[in-house]
């Protein structure tokens, strides 16, 4: 993996307490969605089998609403959220965008699945902590 890149999930709601809770009450009547948000997180908090995967990466891998995401990693998302994005000094692009997402119904070991092969595609090289670290 470069040693120069972070990855960078952008979820589909705001961070603000009111735009918590108008999300989460939306999503549990099926008026918000964010497959991303779906992959990380429970009902109520962050799901345990995502701890350890974001944990086990060779890699940063750190998340923000859109509403606080930074300038760059909302201009590559084009204002398409969910979104993981890679950046690095030099650049920031998206690595998987919300149709990506979307297609693993929340899903944690597919996201990881998908994401090391999107990363190796790009030439990025693997985000997975090899066995003999």
Known sequence: MRSDVTLIGV???????????????SARFGR?????????????REKSEWRVIR???????????????PA??????????????????????????AEDLESLNGDSRRFLATLEAACVRMGLGSILLSEDS
């Not at 589909?12 to 009111?18: E, G, I, K, Q, R």
């Not at 944990?55 to 995401?69: E, G, K, P, S, V």
């Not at 204002?79 to 000094?89: D, K, M, N």
């Open 55 to 69: 944990d086990a990466l060779a890699i940063q891998f750190t998340t923000f609403h859109r509403n606080d995401a």
């Open 72 to 97: 760059d990693v909302v201009s590559a998302a084009s204002g398409r959220f969910p979104v993981v994005v890679a950046r690095s000094v030099s650049e920031t692009f998206v690595v998987l965008g």
């Open 11 to 25: 979820y589909d709601a705001d961070s603000t307490t009111s735009g918590e809770i108008r999300y989460w009450f």
């Open 32 to 44: 918000a969605h964010c497959s991303l948000c779906e992959i990380t997180h429970g009902v109520f």
